[in-house]
Each structure stands twice: as structure tokens, then as C-alpha cells.
């Protein structure tokens, strides 16, 4: 059974940073796409980054235009574990954030369809992230 888990989020001030790390366990392809969502209050999920974790992956991560150049997706050492790291960040960031997986995928599936929620098969709980002006 896939399971996946957030770790990270908090509150912090408008221009702080944030980590958070997520890890699927029980996976059973050698790859996937690993993406993170959220969804503020009263408002649609959205994606924010999404990335292919098998080789290649790191070259062409998907972002939403709100978060590029402010948010870095990454690989983590440990097999089927990514970060993002969240800088600059603003007020409207707030929100619960997700992250989830589709698997096995390829570089360019992820970097074009990464936000799009309905194609991820696995969820995690959320975390929350709140940023104070």
C-alpha cells in the first residue's frame, strides 16, 4: 500500500522560507512523479511544482507561474523523496499543501501535466503553511 508523507510546513513572515519533504513509501515503480498542491480556504486545489524522479528528472520540473523563481523542487537522496523549498514567500501562499505521486511517468509526462491534480493516484494528509504580512 503507497503511502505518502509530508514533512515540514509552520508559519512564518512574508519574505521567510519554508522546507518541506515529502516520502512515498510502498512504492513499487522504480520512478514516479512526485508533485506538491495546495488548496487554500474557499478556493480550487492548485498545482505548485511537480518533478520526475528517475534520471533526468531534475532538468525540467514543473512550477505554476505563481511560485517560479520563489520555489525549488528537488530530489532527495533517499529513493522516492523530494523537497521543496519555498523562499520569498508571500501571504497568498498560504494554504494546505499536498503532496502526491502518479507513477512511473517520464520527464516530460511530469513537466506537463505536474499540476494537474486528477492525474496523481496518491495523497498525502497536507501540511500546513501559513505567512503572516
Known amino acids: 500500500q503507497v503511502r505518502m508523507m509530508e514533512f515540514g510546513g509552520g508559519s512564518v513572515q512574508a519574505g521567510g522560507s519554508l522546507r518541506l519533504s515529502c516520502a512515498a513509501s510502498?512504492?513499487?515503480?522504480?520512478?514516479?512523479?512526485m508533485g506538491w498542491f495546495r488548496q487554500a480556504p474557499g478556493k480550487e486545489r492548485e498545482g505548485v511544482a511537480a518533478?520526475?524522479?528517475?534520471?533526468?528528472?531534475?532538468?525540467?520540473?514543473y512550477y505554476a507561474d505563481s511560485v517560479k523563481g520563489r520555489f525549488t523542487i528537488s530530489q532527495d537522496n533517499a529513493k522516492n523523496t523530494v523537497s521543496l523549498q519555498m523562499n520569498s514567500l508571500k501571504p497568498e501562499d498560504t494554504a494546505m499543501y499536498f503532496c502526491?505521486?502518479?507513477?512511473?511517468?517520464?520527464?516530460?509526462?511530469?513537466?506537463?501535466?505536474?499540476?494537474?491534480?486528477?492525474?496523481?493516484?496518491?495523497w498525502g494528509q497536507g501540511t500546513q503553511v501559513n505567512v503572516s504580512p
Open positions: 502526491a505521486a502518479l507513477g512511473p511517468g517520464t520527464p516530460n509526462y511530469c513537466y506537463t501535466y505536474g499540476g494537474d491534480s486528477f492525474r496523481f493516484n496518491w
Open positions: 510502498g512504492w513499487t515503480y522504480d520512478t514516479a512523479c
Open positions: 518533478i520526475y524522479t528517475g534520471t533526468g528528472g531534475g532538468d525540467s520540473p
